[in-house]
């Protein structure tokens, strides 16, 4: 694939993502945002990708935007007396954010080393999280003179909770990988030259186990469900899976395999055999 800050790499079921700027601590850009969210468009068209890991090359996961220009690094010029064109000036960070919420694969993200303010909230749309020991977190917008991005108010609140959201946000403390696995943030902690063979395994455990299309559809639902006001939402939406899924070849042949003690082999793909009607929440809310 013809990326300049990102490798993508496929081996059988699952992609590798790989945040590849290891000289700038992988230090984020406009061009890695658009890259990234390339990758993802690929990897939700491609039916043989089953989960989709990201990471990191080198030292670091990602030491945050990249600061080259300064005190000017986070200003964006609108002439006197105009409104901004708010779409021109939109956070690069949420764009990718909200394109890993809306990827139909599941996420992994592995991360190897420091991951901060932009590099901490692009790993919050991910599925499941994992660090190697010694790696470090923060979410320092505040103390940068800015404001949390990547949707970051919206992810990490659902995540840690909305005491422990404050408290890492308003400090903009750096914090060690033992403090975001007790919070909940990480799943795990993993030697430097593990951590990846741990993803992998997830991966392949989900890539080998479960049928794509349910994973996708589950994945929607449970991320969607967590900001429905009311249960009944949640209802609706699993009645509708169920239905057509139910309808589907994969569910011969997950109830066969269980009841004959094999392992299944599912022939529904992703994006291909998703279900009629589906996504059932309807159009994105305007970005405004």
Known sequence: MDFSTIRYEKDGHVLTITLHRPERMNAFTFTMADELIRAID?????GDIRAVILTGAGRAFCAGADLEKGQDA?????PEGQE?????????????ALRFFECRKPMIAAINGPAVGV?????????????????????VFCARGIAPDGASSWFLPKIVGLPQALEWVLTARVFPAEEALRAGLVRSLHAPGELLAAARRLADEIAANVAPVSATVAR????????????????AHETRAIYWRGRSEDVKEG???????R?????????????????????????R
């Open 42 to 46: 690929l990897a939700d068209a491609d």
């Open 74 to 78: 986070f200003r964006y010029e609108t």
């Open 84 to 96: 901004p064109d708010w779409d021109e000036v939109r956070d690069a960070g949420g764009k990718v």
């Open 119 to 139: 590099g901490a909230t692009i790993t919050l749309p991910a599925d499941i999280r994992l660090a190697a020991e010694g790696a470090k977190m923060g979410f």
């Open 220 to 235: 929607q639902m449970i991320w969607r469900m967590a900001g429905s006001p009311h249960p009944v939402h949640a209802n």
């Open 255 to 261: 109830v066969m395999s269980f009841l004959e003690k």
């Open 263 to 287: 392992p299944a082999k599912y022939s529904n793909r992703v994006p291909e055999d998703l279900p009629p009607g589906y996504p059932w929440w309807g159009e994105e809310p305007e970005f």
